[in-house]
């Protein structure tokens, strides 16, 4: 049994577009669920993995959570995470933290989506952030704040509107519908997009935990050799494919001001 909370899962994303065209991929991949206050613990027990320095795996603040659009100040994340949630109406009086997200490798990392599970003292889940950054250097992330019944749940469904330009692709008048399993031995996130006419696309990841080791995260450097370039070159290498299917490019609209939605407690529980 792990001496950490922390984690990494790995396993498969997949994308199946329905319309215009229809174009699907999948790719083995793995997060990492780190719980921020055992990051620097992390760091000092392996080898392999460091905090805001280089190696083979990183963690960098500045990677996640920003005042502003532009500049990723590197601000420390609890107190990010915590300062969207009051806005949205939700403590965690200290409360685990964790963050689904990919790491650095070899200095470079691009995660389209990293997700927050913030969790109350007492260890009830009081919130979601889904954290989205697109390929044009910006970021914007989608607050749920849990009743403490919901939390409680091992899968959660939310809906919203689409606010943040991602793919050029994809119109904005689209809306989201999210599908998460709470992190245990396995974890999952489903992401569908739909206009009026219905679905349009949907995303999933699904993977399987592993415990942090040196020796586990020498085997990922294997088993998924220069991930975090992949998927850069994956995401525009999809794009070429896509446009050479016949399927235009949408305006991309003025940089949004605000950088976070915060969305009312609607979340269904099973």
């Not at 991929?25 to 206050?37: A, S, T, V």
């Not at 990051?39 to 083979?56: G, K, P, T, V």
């Not at 532009?70 to 995470?81: E, I, M, N, Q, T």
């Not at 109406?89 to 997700?115: C, K, Q, T």
Request: glycine share 6%; charged share 25%.
């Amino acid at each position: 049994m792990s001496a950490f909370s922390s984690a990494i899962y790995a396993g498969k994303v997949t994308h199946k577009r329905l319309r215009p065209r229809q174009h699907f991929l999948r790719y083995r991949m793995f997060y990492m669920l780190f719980d921020i206050d055992e990051i620097d613990r992390i760091a000092r027990e392996h080898w392999l993995f460091s905090r805001n320095h280089f190696n083979l795996f990183s963690f960098f603040d500045r990677d996640h959570g920003s005042k502003s659009e532009v500049a990723k100040d590197g601000s420390p994340l609890r107190s990010y995470v915590e300062d969207h949630l009051r806005a949205a109406g939700a403590e965690l009086d200290g409360g685990a933290i964790r963050l689904m997200s990919m790491p650095r490798i070899l200095g470079y990392v691009f995660n389209p989506l990293s997700v927050y599970f913030c969790h109350d003292r007492a260890g009830a889940l009081a919130a979601l952030i889904y954290e989205v950054d697109n390929t044009f250097g910006q970021r914007h992330s989608y607050v749920f704040p849990l009743d403490k019944d919901t939390g409680s749940a091992g899968l959660l469904h939310q809906e919203c509107a689409k606010a943040f330009y991602v793919s050029p692709f994809m119109e904005m008048a689209l809306g989201y519908d999210f599908t998460i399993k709470i992190p245990d031995d396995a974890a999952s996130i489903v992401i569908n997009a739909s206009d009026r006419e219905g679905l349009i696309i949907a995303t999933a990841f699904a993977g399987r935990r592993k415990e942090f080791s040196d020796w586990q995260l020498a085997k990922l450097c294997f088993a998924y050799p220069l991930l975090t370039l992949k998927v850069i070159a994956g995401i525009h290498w999809e794009a070429l494919r896509i446009w050479l299917k016949g399927v235009g490019l949408k305006p991309r609209p003025q940089t949004p001001v605000q950088t976070k939605t915060i969305i009312a407690r609607s979340t269904r529980a099973e």
